[in-house]
T-cell receptor
Framework: GIQVEQSPPDLILQEGANSTLRCNFS?????LQWFHQNPWGQLINLFY???GTKQNGRLSATTVATERYSLLYISSSQTTDSGVYFC???????FGAGTRLTVKP | GAGVSQSPSNKVTEKGKDVELRCDPI?????LYWYRQSLGQGLEFLIY????????KSGLPSDRFSAERTGGSVSTLTIQRTQQEDSAVYLC??????????FGPGTRLTVT
């Protein structure tokens, strides 16, 4: 099956900093989503982005399907951005291992 | 409308007992997924239902695990003869075909 790799595994930021999270996948995909798992365990949809670029407030994402990667950008980070960020691909939604983000005040 | 719901929210059981976990997907969603998340780990895919097609069971870790989806809606994940390593949060998600997946709050299973 498709392999999904996320980097970095852990990221610590000072509040207000920007960051880029990466998701690489081993084969072409028709579906890709980014999720945020908050400290209470709830998984929240961020973007459905099999290709192209989307923006939602301080967050944006870009998927370059032909090069098999997706990027999640977080600008002006806030402490509430802390948690784990996952990408998942394909109809059966295979997940990467996640990036654990900690934003310090 | 209502999101994905799961019950119970917490379940403590003794080793060797059977447990049933329930998932109510969003109305109209044809796809339903089960995952397992151990403490501090990523999501482990268990099983995927899509409409009336045969489910993708490739993620089930052993024959003690089974799942069914009745009438294309509610799903039950059953774990027989529970072991301590089954302790985890079990997450359910649903989606319309080829679009965004929505997660329930999960069931935290503790096997003592």
């Amino acid at each position: 099956g498709i392999q999904v790799e996320q980097s970095p595994p852990d990221l610590i930021l000072q509040e207000g900093a920007n960051s880029t999270l990466r998701c690489n996948f081993s084969d072409s995909v028709n579906n890709l989503q980014w999720f945020h798992q908050n400290p209470w365990g709830q998984l929240i949809n961020l973007f459905y982005i099999p290709s192209g670029t989307k923006q939602n407030g301080r967050l944006s994402a870009t998927t370059v399907a032909t090069e098999r990667y997706s990027l999640l950008y977080i600008s002006s980070s806030q402490t509430t951005d802390s948690g784990v960020y996952f990408c998942a691909v394909e109809l059966d939604m295979r997940f990467g291992a996640g990036t654990r983000l900690t934003v310090k005040p | 409308g209502a999101g994905v719901s799961q019950s119970p929210s917490n379940k403590v059981t003794e080793k060797g007992k059977d447990v049933e976990l329930r998932c109510d997907p969003i109305s109209g969603h044809t796809a339903l997924y089960w995952y397992r998340q151990s403490l501090g780990q990523g999501l482990e895919f268990l099983i995927y239902f899509q409409g009336n097609s045969a489910p993708d069971k490739s993620g089930l870790p052993s024959d003690r695990f089974s799942a069914e989806r009745t009438g294309g809606s509610v799903s039950t994940l059953t774990i027989q003869r529970t072991q301590q390593e089954d302790s985890a949060v079990y997450l359910c998600a649903s989606s319309e075909l080829s679009v965004e997946q929505y997660f329930g709050p999960g069931t935290r299973l503790t096997v003592t």
